[in-house]
């Protein structure tokens, strides 16, 4: 941001005094990066130097709730708010409990990643697919059409966001790709316009998978990124960028903050991405650009405090997914075997047809265990009324639009989650009427299946 403009020597001695601490702090991160997951998640870049130098000694990554930054003089402040220096100047830009959070998050999607990554922690999942696909869709003329490419079966969110406000809003056209594992599909979808291939793995309700690699290869064939939305699996079991794609979404809604106490996304880039706009600083760093420009004039900012939460949850992200995933293949194959069920959707089980697709992609990082996250769905025998009559018998499993919780969630997406978006749009993702969405939570698995047996018995 300094091209061009000379500061004075007050400046400078910040700047230069500033170089110590940034040197200091590279040379831990690259420590970090030879660490495991695990160690990764629980330290992120808050080292002990981190802590007794500039924290007081707190152990635990201090939750600052101030809404500005404060300076010695106008020196300081000159430099600090041309981003010379690292401070964090005004919490809709940046904050410190942010930083941490930011840091952690880029080094776990990172990892196992030869690339380097940085991260941007927004306001909600949607605020991060808003933030991570608008730089692309900027008109360079007026009479330019950009479009985007687009995996049909992803959250009902998305859907309502890609087609109300991109398509019917502004023009921006989205090609749908409705069988997303076919990777022809996508490429018959691509023209001179397309900014980006947009993708979730898996999908949230309908366990769509697609191939990351093949995708992301594509992708760099006619020079666009490649954007997945990774929430259901989060980093402990999936890590897109480590597989060529160039942007990883989270909604750190759901899993990321399991035991739900607050929203919040991020994006995580990798540097040096793939794109056909011409603007380097973009390129290089698409998270840090986004923090210090665009995101910094639309704001959408997440809270510290639920900054603080999420942090502290993702420390033991891996151990969590595994638990919950490990429930979720029992209670998927004992549904499988319900007769008033029709069919079970879950990647877990060996006969679904995306099983072997999903297995290259999903395995508990540190480990050699596939597995799957804890995303299902059922389909009800009897139809509509008999799914509605079933579902309003669960005793313990929650009725709700959520996922990701450490108690188990079922909603029908019908009539929540994908309701706005018609039956043509619910017919062209996937979503029957008779289908309940099941998240399965960290209860033993055999009272979740009770739960589930007596409902489903009750309309026999
Ligand atoms: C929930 C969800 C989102 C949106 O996240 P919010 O935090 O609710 O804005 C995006 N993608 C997926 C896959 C989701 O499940």
């Known amino acids: ?63 600052f709730l101030s809404a500005s930054e404060g300076y010695h003089d106008a020196d300081e402040l000159e430099a600090a708010l041309a981003y010379l220096v690292p401070g964090w100047v005004y919490s809709r830009i940046h904050n410190p409990t942010v930083h941490y959070l930011e840091a952690t998050l ?72 409705v069988n997303s594992h076919d990777t022809d599909e996508w490429a018959a979808m691509i023209d001179g316009n397309t900014r980006f291939l947009y993708g979730e793995m898996p999908s949230n309700p309908g366990q769509a998978a697609f191939d990351i690699a093949a995708v992301a290869e594509l992708a760099h064939s006619h020079s666009i990124p490649l954007l997945v939305d990774a929430t259901v699996a989060t980093p402990a079991l999936m890590r897109p960028l480590e597989h060529g794609a160039d942007i990883v979404i989270h909604s750190s809604t759901k899993s990321m903050t399991m035991s739900g106490y607050g929203i919040g996304g991020a994006l995580i880039s990798r540097k040096n991405l793939t794109t056909n706009i011409d603007n380097a600083q973009m390129a290089e760093d698409f998270a840090v650009y986004c923090k210090q420009l665009p ?75 596939h597995l799957f996250g804890h995303l299902m769905s059922f389909n009800v025998r009897g139809g509509t009324q008999a799914t509605r009559d079933v579902f309003d018998r669960f005793r313990r499993i929650f009725l709700a639009t959520d996922l990701g919780r450490i108690k188990s969630v079922a909603t029908i997406p019908a009539i929540s989650t994908h309701q706005q978006q018609g039956e043509e749009g619910r017919e062209m993702a996937g979503i029957p009427p008779n289908q309940i969405r099941l998240c399965v939570g960290g209860e033993h698995p055999n009272d979740v299946i009770a739960d589930l047996d007596q409902a489903l018995n009750s309309v026999r």
């Open 1 to 63: 941001m300094s091209d061009g403009i000379t500061y004075s020597a007050g400046v400078q001695r910040y700047v230069d005094k500033a170089q110590r601490l940034m040197e200091e702090q590279e040379a831990y991160r690259r420590e970090m990066r030879t660490m495991k997951f695990d160690t990764i998640a629980v330290h992120g870049l808050y080292s002990v130097q981190e802590a007794l130098s500039r924290n007081q000694g707190a152990v635990i990554e201090p939750l």
């Open 106 to 177: 880029a080094l776990m999607d990172g990892y196992g990643c030869d690339c380097e990554t940085s991260a941007l922690a927004t306001s909600s999942g949607l605020a991060a697919i808003f933030m991570a696909t608008d730089p692309f869709l900027v008109r360079r003329s007026p009479g330019e059409r950009p479009n985007f490419v687009s995996a049909a079966q992803c959250y009902g969110g998305t859907f309502q966001q890609f087609s109300v406000r991109r398509m019917g809003e502004q023009q921006i056209e989205v090609h749908w790709v």
């Open 295 to 369: 995101f910094r004039d639309y704001g959408p900012c997440i809270s510290p405090v639920n900054a603080a939460f999420t942090l502290a949850e993702i420390k033991t992200l891996r151990s969590k997914m595994a638990m919950v995933s490990r429930n979720t293949q029992t209670v998927a194959e004992f549904l499988e075997t319900h007769p008033m069920v029709e069919r079970v959707d879950y990647l877990g089980l060996p006969n679904h047809p995306l099983h072997r697709l999903a297995k290259r992609y999903m395995k508990l990082v540190d480990s050699d265990e």
